[in-house]
């Protein structure tokens, strides 16, 4: 499957930022997950949804804030991102792999989709 992550963006801090990550192939067949990394720093992990998106998981620092979603039927996934804060700016990448096991971590998915730019100003 390949990935194309688009929605990056510029907002003040407490505003809101929806990526999209469309999908090639089967889409439904992948669970998804949502990394981020800041300048400097190591590939973090911020939400994962299972294939059919009735399972869902969130890194604690964006619980409450963030909502991880999909459409099979539109072989799209999504990172909903509210009350943005400026320790929320990273690149953005989107992944899927065919097993939910170590969806928490980078090696749990095989593929990746390229980084969108989130830059939350204060």
């Known amino acids: 499957v390949q990935l194309q992550a688009s929605g990056e963006g510029l907002v003040q801090a407490g505003g809101f930022l929806r990526l999209s990550c469309a999908a090639s192939?089967?889409?439904?067949?992948?669970?998804m997950g949502w990394f981020c990394q800041a300048p400097g720093k190591e590939r973090e992990f911020v939400a994962a949804?299972?294939?059919?998106?009735?399972?869902?998981n969130y890194a604690d620092s964006v619980k409450g804030r963030f909502t991880v979603s999909r459409d099979n039927s539109k072989n799209t996934g999504y990172l909903q991102m509210n009350s943005l804060k400026p320790e929320d700016t990273a690149v953005y990448y989107c992944?899927?792999?065919?097993?939910?096991?170590?969806?928490?971590?980078?090696?749990?998915?095989?593929?990746w989709g390229q980084g969108t730019l989130v830059t939350v100003s204060s």
């Open positions: 949804i299972a294939w059919s998106g009735g399972t869902t």
């Open positions: 992944a899927a792999d065919r097993s939910w096991f170590g969806f928490q971590q980078s090696r749990g998915y095989r593929y």
């Open positions: 192939g089967t889409f439904s067949s992948y669970a």
